[in-house]
């Protein structure tokens, strides 16, 4: 199979999409495709003239262009398969008070929030209290997160650069045990117990450097937990309409 292997991007998240694809690359390789790599960052124009010839389009890129939709939603146009989620699940996704929303209408818990969009950041005070959580509406790999305990620390944070422009999301802090559990091929995976070594959160460094974070899977947790963990992870699945 001849296969465009999407990796790259613009956002802050590029490095990690790159890195990734080369594993990826060096998947496919293995497995007999013919894999060629396209950054839509160096040449976006060109997407639609690169997909000519190829059969399948691998998409490995972190939050916008490749987590929102976007590409999605031309190469659905175009008629080029890919993998993971639609256009429109992608959307409700990446937008955390979207999904949200569409959480508590589905009757799964969240902790309690407020939206912040761009324009009212300056003057905005929360309404909730502290301690809370200010993380960019868009995006992923915790970049732009801070865990905010009161007033100075807040605005220190609104004045940093990588901020500016940026919708928020703010929530209330919940001090525990991270888990996470995926779904995949409509199946709920084993919960996994995340445990970084440094640090206050599951941060950029904790996810990526080598050694930074034990991840233990499957979580030793009661089965009577992992049940309810999957049952919220496959509801909130559905919720958002993904494919896996």
């Not at 309690?112 to 509406?137: G, T, Y």
């Not at 070594?197 to 941060?203: P, V, W």
Request: charged residues 20%; glycine residues 12%; aromatic residues 6%.
């Amino acid at each position: 199979m001849n296969i465009l292997l999407i990796a790259g991007g613009w956002s802050g998240e590029r490095e990690v999409a790159l890195s990734g694809a080369r594993q990826i690359e060096k998947g496919l390789t293995a497995l007999g495709h013919s894999v060629t790599l396209f950054d839509p960052a160096r040449d976006l124009r060109g997407l639609y003239a690169a997909t000519q010839g190829h059969d399948f389009a691998f998409i490995n890129l972190h939050g916008s262009p490749g987590e929102d939709g976007l590409i999605q939603c031309l190469l659905e146009r175009i008629g080029m398969p890919f993998q993971g989620s639609d256009a429109r699940g992608s959307l409700l996704a990446l937008n955390k008070a979207v999904a949200k929303q569409i959480f508590e209408a589905a009757g799964l818990a969240t902790p309690q929030w407020e939206f912040v969009p761009a324009c009212h950041v300056n003057e905005w005070r929360p309404l909730l209290s502290f301690p809370i959580v200010v993380k960019p509406n868009n995006g992923g790999s915790s970049l732009g997160v801070g865990i905010i305990g009161c007033e100075e620390e807040l605005d220190a944070y609104l004045a940093a650069p990588e901020i500016a422009g940026q919708d928020l999301l703010a929530e209330v802090l919940i001090r525990g045990q991270e888990l996470t559990c995926g779904v995949l091929e409509g199946q709920t995976l084993p919960p996994i117990l995340i445990r970084p070594k440094r640090g206050e959160f599951f941060d950029y460094d904790s996810k990526y450097l080598p050694g930074a974070t034990e991840e233990i899977c499957p979580a030793p947790v009661s089965d009577e937990l992992t049940a309810r963990l999957q049952s919220m992870a496959r509801a909130a699945h559905d919720a958002l309409g993904l494919s896996d």
